[in-house]
């Protein structure tokens, strides 16, 4: 994790109005006095929202968001209507001194929530946004870093072509599995499938399918990152309000490679969703770990079009070591605002609301320290079953991909340098016996 060291948030984003749900607890009680800000986070309920820039804008001026923002409101179009739109608690809300507790959700509505206007407002955020998602379509996959297409560029269009996208099926073979992230798959077991979709098997990409042609620009792009079997897949899918977009399954190690989706308008399209193999599956070498280590160091420290990571952590579990090692690979970026960062506490489903009120404390609080002027940094709970927190991440996501290009500082080289992968990982044996829980097998099943 970063040191903090790093500028620390100065004041407060202001409160946002009218959350309603006592799962919007800050996480600010519990940091230490002095401590920079922390993440916000972005359960269901609540929200002012601002579907267009101005309201948005106008919205944030109102919350005092944009006091604390400074750095980064300069940069953006509205940019700290995010936490508004968002409805989530930010530390310190008005009135608080950084590093005091932070004030709670109003568990009703006050005069400060949000009138009609608002929750219209809300509703058409969260439908354009999920509308959106919902153009998800598969491009292509990557079994190493340097073969995802770049600036525009589709394997399929560069002249001499790499022969590792001819797997565009998902083979369990390919680079990854140097990685050490293959497994033996029952490529059959859509039985694991939250959805219970009546097809069979994995879902068919035509291997001759022409390549969708990218813009000549560099999308954005929205890298989906976390433990195997922490719901990456699924909550892609869920996103993208689809089926058997990418391929989730109770067995760990599904994912194996990355794959990239593309987003918007066919004719224009304006981002790329990243599903990457998750890491801490238990039968990994530890050489292969290390090279897996290698490749998401790459790929979160110099992937240029990174524009946000959506890391997913099983609530149940809360961040592991591993998950705080590869927060690690990003953490320069994040606390300087270059790529955004949404923690998505998933299976939310399995907590009642007061541990997932817990987890989500916490998780803000260990975040707290990648927290800084410039950062944008969200947490909240998610369930694929429910649908809790899917239009915030929605929203988020939406509006990490249609920002105005962000003015990126100059990095030094050490800076910019590819952290260290290391094998050393106290946790790693603990955290492995999450892949093995039992409860995914039986829980993890569509509740009617
Ligand atoms: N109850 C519940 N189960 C979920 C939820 N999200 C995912 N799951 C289940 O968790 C298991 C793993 O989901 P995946 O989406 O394949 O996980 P992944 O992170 O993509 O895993 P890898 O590809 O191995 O890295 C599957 O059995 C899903 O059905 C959720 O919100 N609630
Ligand atoms: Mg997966």
Request: charged share 30%; net charge negative; no cysteine.
């Amino acid at each position: 994790m970063t040191d903090s060291n790093k500028k620390p948030a100065s004041a407060t984003p202001g409160k946002p109005a009218g959350r309603t749900s006592d799962e919007t607890t800050t996480a600010s009680s519990a940091a230490p006095e002095g401590a920079p800000g922390t993440p916000r986070s972005g359960p269901k309920g609540k929200k002012v929202s601002a579907a267009v820039q101005a309201a948005q804008a106008a919205k944030a001026a109102k919350s005092g968001v944009s006091a604390a923002r400074k750095g980064r409101a300069k940069k953006r179009a509205a940019p700290n209507a995010k936490a508004g739109r968002q409805g989530v608690a930010t530390p310190g809300a008005k009135g608080s001194q950084p590093g005091q507790a932070g004030v709670a959700a109003p568990k009703r509505r006050d005069a400060a929530a949000p009138g009609i206007e608002d929750a219209v407002e809300t509703l058409t955020s969260a439908k354009r946004a999920l509308a959106w998602t919902h153009t998800a379509r598969f491009l292509t996959t990557a079994s190493q870093l340097h073969h995802l297409p770049q600036n525009g560029v589709l394997p399929g269009q560069e002249p001499e072509p790499d022969e590792d996208f001819d797997d565009q099926d998902h083979d369990a073979s390919g680079g990854f599995d140097d990685a050490g992230l293959s497994a033996d798959h029952d490529r059959d077991d859509q039985e694991d499938q939250m959805d219970e979709g009546d097809e069979d098997g994995e879902p068919s990409r035509d291997p001759n399918a022409v390549p969708e042609t990218l813009p000549a620009r560099p999308l954005p792009e929205i890298a989906f990152v976390g433990r195997s079997n922490a719901g990456k897949s699924t909550a892609i899918n869920t996103l993208a309000q689809q089926k058997r977009l990418a391929f989730a399954s109770k067995t760990p190690g599904r994912t194996q490679h990355i794959n990239l989706f593309v987003l918007g308008p066919k004719d224009a399209p304006d981002a790329l969703f990243a599903d990457l193999p998750g890491y801490g599956y238990a039968a990994v070498a530890r050489d292969a770990k290390l090279r897996w280590q290698r490749v998401m160091a790459d790929y979160l420290s110099q992937r240029e079009t990174l524009s946000g990571v959506v890391l997913m952590v099983d609530s149940r579990h809360g961040l592991t070591d591993l998950d705080k090692q590869l927060l690690e690979f990003v953490s320069d970026r994040v606390t300087a605002g270059e790529v955004s960062l949404l923690v998505l506490l998933t299976k939310a489903d399995k907590l009642n609301r007061k541990d997932g009120a817990a987890a989500l404390e916490q998780v803000q609080k260990e975040l707290a320290v990648l927290a800084t002027e410039d950062s944008d940094i969200a947490v909240s709970l998610f369930s694929a079953l429910s649908k809790q927190g899917l239009d915030d991440a929605a929203e988020l996501i939406y509006d990490w991909a249609h920002r105005e290009p962000r003015v990126l500082r100059d990095y030094d080289d050490d800076e910019m340098g590819v952290p260290e992968a290391t094998d050393a990982d106290p946790a790693d044996g603990a955290d492995d016996a999450h892949d093995a829980d039992p409860a995914d097998d039986t829980d993890d099943t569509r509740k009617p």
